[in-house]
């Protein structure tokens, strides 16, 4: 791992670690470049805040499963990585922080809607405002009900959530489309 990598790895780690015991609304910078051993230039090297450092790690670690897996959709996998980090996701997603997690999901879920709607389209046309539109809603109904999953404490596990929201959400994305469509 090149030595950029290897840094931001460590803040990660080390993050995680932190937040095993405290809420991460509740960690600073000097508790996580102190427990690492780093000083507050690297961190800030690289990451702009805490909340850049968390979606590093989401990014990072999702990236990861997507390239083992190709079989899922994002969603599953997805849904699938924030569960098994039950704990860290929970208190990630129901932050109030700016620039928060659930605020950098809303713009991973947005582009990879407009991806599935120009699927389900194929050679037909639409609209660019209508897409966006479409997009906006549906990116907006998968995040609402992450976070609300997170917020109840991921009571039911990843695949009683993917049972029971992956497939209304594509129904309805698909008949939306398919009757929008020229």
Not at 97 to 118: F, K, P, T, W
Not at 127 to 140: E, G, P, Q, S, W
Request: hydrophobic share 40%; net charge negative.
């Amino acid at each position: 791992m090149p030595r950029p990598e290897h840094t931001k790895q460590l803040l990660a780690d080390t993050l995680k670690k932190l937040a095993s015991n405290k809420h991460l609304d509740k960690i600073t910078i000097s508790e996580i470049v102190d427990e690492a051993g780093l000083n507050r230039q690297t961190f800030y090297y690289h990451f702009k805040d805490k909340q850049d450092l968390i979606c590093w790690i989401f990014d990072t670690d999702v990236a990861r499963l997507t390239d083992k897996n190709h079989n899922n959709t994002l969603l599953d996998d997805l849904v699938e990585y924030i569960y098994s980090e039950k704990d860290f996701y929970m208190d990630a997603l129901t932050s109030e922080a700016q620039n928060s997690l659930r605020d950098h999901l809303y713009q991973v879920g947005y582009s990879r809607c407009v991806d599935e709607i120009m699927l389900i389209l194929g050679s037909r046309k639409m609209d660019k405002r209508a897409i966006a539109l479409y997009a906006r809603i549906f990116t907006n109904a998968m995040i609402g009900c992450l976070v609300q999953w997170a917020q109840e404490g991921m009571k039911t596990n990843d695949m009683e959530f993917l049972e029971e929201y992956a497939p209304l959400i594509q129904e309805h994305l698909t008949y939306a489309i398919n009757r929008s469509a020229e």
